[in-house]
């Protein structure tokens, strides 16, 4: 029997997971290993998906299920994406290079729209191979820098499409929380 795990088996089995489990600590918990394992293997993905996006970061569409998605992200030297929060599950995966993340607390109890009061809980060098994990509302905001010199290519995996969802991104320093929503992947 080979030891490769696709693509196509983790969709397989991330499909039961989120069949069966309910809780996002229980899909996130259950489904973390198996990303790990994913990309670890750095031909995971073709390479097409690998690519920057030709002015911003590469953004591609993978896999589009009822109760998550799976996309590539591709961050050029300096990319980087403020500190924001995602409204849903998910887990981030490196497959080449590292990634620069920020996890931030939030401090106040948002009752004033607009308006929202963070503090840095961690920064972390995740390296390929690697998988961070987010739970929302309490632990799903961060922001990420590629601070190297070179392309960074990640897996991501969330319980709901972020294209056109509303949700925060937040100025740390003047404590503004405003609406935006991520723009179409680059293949569909
Ligand atoms: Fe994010």
Redesign the pocket.
């Known amino acids: 029997m080979s030891n490769v795990y696709t693509l196509k088996d983790f969709i397989t089995d991330l499909d039961r997971i989120t069949r069966t489990e309910a809780s996002q600590e229980k899909i996130v918990a259950a489904a973390k290993p198996l990303l790990a394992r994913l990309v670890q293997q750095r031909d995971c993905i073709e390479e097409k998906y690998k690519k920057r996006g030709a002015t911003a970061y590469g953004r591609y569409m993978l896999h589009r299920a009822p109760l998550f998605n799976v996309s590539s992200v591709v961050w050029g030297p300096g990319d980087n ?1 403020k500190a ?1 929060n ?1 409204d849903t599950w ?1 887990m ?1 995966g490196v497959i080449e290079n590292e990634i620069q993340e920020t996890r931030f607390r939030r401090k106040d109890d948002g009752t004033n729209p607009g308006q929202a009061e963070l503090e840095v809980s961690a920064v972390l060098k995740n390296k390929a191979g690697m998988v961070s994990c ?1 739970i929302s509302p309490n632990d799903d905001i ?1 922001e ?1 820098n590629n601070v190297s010199d070179r392309d960074t290519v990640e897996i991501h995996v969330y319980g709901k499409d972020l294209t056109d969802m509303p949700r925060l991104r937040f100025d740390v320093a003047t404590k503004a929380a405003k609406t935006f929503a991520s723009a179409k992947y680059d293949n569909c």
Do not use: S, Y
């Open positions: 994406a924001h995602h998910g981030v987010l961060h990420m």
